[in-house]
């Protein structure tokens, strides 16, 4: 960036190094050359008054001067080299270290800078600039190791191999742009000592609808000059220009200012001077707001932060002045230099700071105002900023994902470049596959349904490959579900919220469904030798059934534990019967409802049957005991008395519904030779090793046999009923659960107090909370609301209540 030197606000001595007299020795010449900003020509004057100094004091001195030189043209490679060697040459100012770790960061030598920021601690404890230098390293990297999206590219038609920078839109298309270059086509004919290169001008280029560019064209007189002009800005009609001009007045210090021009078809008017600078500062690189009414710019005049800041004027339209200039506050400005503004629309400040935590050089920055009140600086990370100068940032208001920058990272053409950058849509996809977690084989017509946090909802059904894909939108929460006939229902969760890359997300968002017309093993279930007690590792697997249970909250399962043949010092029946209530146990403790458990000890009654290859044993084998009397190893036998060890559990239904106990089966038909819900292998209760988590219930009262029940005639009273069988009122409405009921002709009541009423109970359902309709309730078990009313005599919806129970079968 050594063509900034000028235009960014460097007090101007405009003698160029041509007149410095021949008879004054190197390093006078060198120091004159220094003093009045020729720091281009000063590095060469002090290399050449080193080569004839023999003091080492001195020579360290010349040494640091050179880097300093280099330094002040933002030349990174010239100034690592230098202040490197003005270190070994004892060069006492610890500046010196600090200058080096500055330039290695720079340069992106982030390791090797923290080292030198680390001696420069030692040296200046006090100075924030080490500890500040140490965490900017560490943070560019970590940017560097991930890039954001946005997509930068050098724009390379308009470069050269000179200075070009600061482009912005010049016309209201958004297709011609004004920048600043040093190319040897600027009217001025000397060059610039302090850069080496030719006096800055403006040009304007445009490129055409395929995209190309055409040859730039310089602004001609009056807009450039013989001196340095460039860093403008103008109006979003392509109309109104403020420019920085750095005015030569021969013998005499320059400084910087703004000048105003309006365009009048291929020329412009004579430029006029904004008086913005009092005394000897200097202003620059101007911004100008949408309505026009406020202009940024750069200076270093009195009242700042330190460096270059960023100040802001008003118009005054009665006087039609500019006003006083108002610093921007120490939010956005820094000690160091602040520069190159760009506001938009919105009041966002786009701008380039030293100051603030950066990669390198000058860091582009984002800050909005709200409510006068500047919001905290955001670098915008790699690739928009690099360990070099990245500044001149412009967006493309018509779109706000396009613009240009300027930088003079490596890759470019020459010390300063344009780039163009854009920032692509983010764009978030799902896929995966619906399959049978038992055959692999796809399945076809699942139903997959996709929620989004938005409140959108979209269905898909899969074809014959089991595929799915959906398109997901930014900072947004999905929630995926899968359903099919015969299968568990399964969900898996998706988030976009807080991505700023684009991704597919695929691999691990597959459906494996488990279907219900078989048995499903709990893998990783373990228990010690002889013992029931769960092992710790086993709580895995368990909560994975866990969450399987809660994504189908009306399933009813059979916890079923099987053993090998092998004899054991307790029946294999008891043993296994404990070690399937242990996994009940522990799925009641974690909230789910004892009523959609039953568990069961199969022993080795039901050796494996193995469905797909596994180990040693291909699909079809049936591992009994004749099967594995035939094995030739103890290694195979082994593992398969290890297979035919297992936990596993069935779906007995799956229309659960609150109060109903899992033996109770309202639509499922029972597989023949077995019996859903069976529990077998009571545990003996003098077993005092019996686990402390087994359910204990009283004793049932003794049944005098099935129990009378009686049809309530027209005229019946509760009184009556209750005299001709002999109870109280009380009793026989605590055997019917009835409070307040109207006795109607057609109802049935208990009147035996003793009477087993067992079967007579599960035509009845018990009512939960909400339930208070006879639709709600027939919906929830698929029946008719005018049937149920009919089974219920007597019942009105004003009687429901949680607890009360209602006729469902005749």
Request: hydrophobic residues 30%; glycine residues 8%; aromatic residues 10%.
């Amino acid at each position: 960036m050594r063509i900034l030197t000028r235009l960014i606000l460097a007090t101007l001595l405009v003698l160029n190094s041509g007149i410095v007299t021949a008879q004054r020795t190197p390093l006078i010449q060198a120091d004159l050359a220094f003093a009045k900003g020729d720091y281009y020509d000063a590095a060469i004057l002090y290399k050449k008054a080193y080569t004839k100094e023999k003091n080492k004091v001195k020579k360290a001195e010349i040494i640091y001067k050179v880097a300093e030189s280099y330094r002040l043209t933002n030349d990174f490679r010239n100034q690592e080299v230098w202040y490197n060697k003005s270190i070994k040459a004892k060069y006492k100012d610890p500046m010196a270290i600090l200058h080096y770790a500055n330039a290695l960061k720079y340069n992106g030598k982030y390791d090797e800078a923290i080292v030198q920021y680390t001696n420069y601690v030692k040296e200046a404890p006090s100075d924030p600039r080490g500890a500040n230098g140490i965490a900017s390293c560490e943070q560019a990297q970590k940017w560097k190791d991930k890039p954001t999206r946005y997509k930068v590219e050098n724009l390379s038609p308009v470069n050269t191999k000179y200075g070009d920078f600061g482009a912005f839109y010049s016309h209201k298309d958004h297709r011609h742009i004004i920048f600043t270059s040093a190319r040897q086509e600027s009217i001025g004919k000397a060059n610039d000592g302090g850069t080496g290169e030719k006096f800055q001008d403006l040009y304007e280029a445009v490129v055409d609808k395929k995209g190309k560019w055409s040859s730039p064209k310089p602004l001609l007189e009056p807009i450039n000059s013989s001196a340095n002009d460039g860093s403008a800005t103008m109006d979003s009609k392509g109309s109104d220009m403020f420019f920085t001009r750095c005015p030569m007045e021969k013998g005499k210090m320059g400084s910087c200012e703004i000048y105003y021009t309006k365009r009048k078809g291929q020329t412009w008017d004579e430029p006029k001077l904004i008086p913005l600078n009092a005394d000897s500062a200097t202003v620059g690189q101007p911004s100008l707001s949408a309505d026009e009414m406020t202009l940024y710019f750069v200076s270093d005049m009195d009242g700042g932060q330190g460096g270059k800041d960023i100040w802001m004027t008003s118009f005054d339209k009665k006087s039609k002045e500019w006003g006083t200039p108002v610093n921007l506050g120490n939010k956005i400005n820094t000690p160091d230099d602040d520069m190159f503004p760009f506001i938009t629309a919105d009041n966002t400040l786009y701008y380039s700071s030293k100051g603030h935590l950066g990669m390198g050089g000058l860091d582009i920055f984002m800050s909005k105002m709200t409510d006068g009140v500047w919001s905290d600086p955001v670098n915008l990370k790699y690739p928009i900023n690099t360990s070099a100068d990245d500044f001149a940032f412009v967006l493309d208001e018509t779109t706000g994902d396009r613009g240009f920058l300027s930088s003079n990272r490596d890759g470019g053409k020459g010390g300063d470049d344009i780039y163009t950058w854009n920032l692509p849509p983010l764009v978030f996809t799902i896929s995966g596959r619906v399959y049978d977690a038992d055959t692999r084989a796809n399945i076809e017509n699942a139903n997959i349904e996709m929620f989004g946090s938005d409140g959108t909802s979209i269905p898909f059904k899969t074809d014959k490959t089991g595929a799915y894909k959906f398109d997901l939108k930014p900072e947004t929460s999905y929630k995926i579900s899968a359903t099919m006939n015969n299968y568990l229902n399964k969900y898996l969760e998706v988030s976009t919220v807080g991505l700023e890359q684009s991704k597919d997300f695929i691999g691990d968002f597959d459906f494996a469904m488990r279907s219900i017309l078989r048995a499903i093993e709990l893998p990783e279930i373990y228990y010690d030798l002889g013992k029931w007690d769960l092992r710790p590792e086993s709580k895995k697997s368990l909560d994975e059934l866990l969450s399987t249970l809660n994504e189908n909250p009306t399933t009813v399962i059979e916890i079923g534990s099987h053993t090998d043949a092998r004899p054991i010092p307790m029946t294999n029946d008891t043993l296994s019967s404990r070690r399937a209530q242990s996994v009940v146990n522990y799925l009641i403790k974690n909230g789910i409802p004892a009523e959609r458990l039953t568990y069961k000890g199969y022993a080795a009654r039901e050796p494996r049957r193995l469905e797909r290859d596994l180990g040693s044993f291909n699909a079809g084998d049936v591992l009994n005991e004749a099967f594995i009397s035939k094995l030739k190893s103890t290694k195979q036998k082994e593992e398969a008395h290890q297979l035919n060890r297992r936990t596993e559990f069935k779906v007995l239904r799956t229309n659960y519904v609150t109060g109903q106990s899992a033996s109770e089966n309202l639509n499922y038909s029972i597989p023949e030779g077995s019996k859903a819900g069976e529990q077998i292998d009571s545990i003996p209760t003098e077993d005092t090793s019996i686990p402390k988590e087994v359910e204990v219930k009283d004793a049932p009262k003794e049944k005098s046999g099935p129990g009378e029940l009686y049809t309530c005639q027209k005229g019946d009273t509760y009184v009556k009923i209750a005299k001709n069988f002999s109870i109280t009122v009380k009793e026989l409405k605590q055997l019917n659960d009835l409070r307040s009921e109207l006795i109607e002709a057609g109802m049935q009541l208990k009147v035996d107090p003793k009477g087993d009423y067992t079967d007579y109970d599960k035509k009845f359902y018990t009512l939960g909370k909400g339930e208070d309709s006879y639709k709600a309730i027939a919906k929830k078990l698929n029946l008719k609301d005018s049937d149920l009313k009919k089974l219920n005599p007597g019942i009105d919806e004003k009687n429901f209540r949680p607890g009360k129970k209602i006729r469902i079968v005749q």
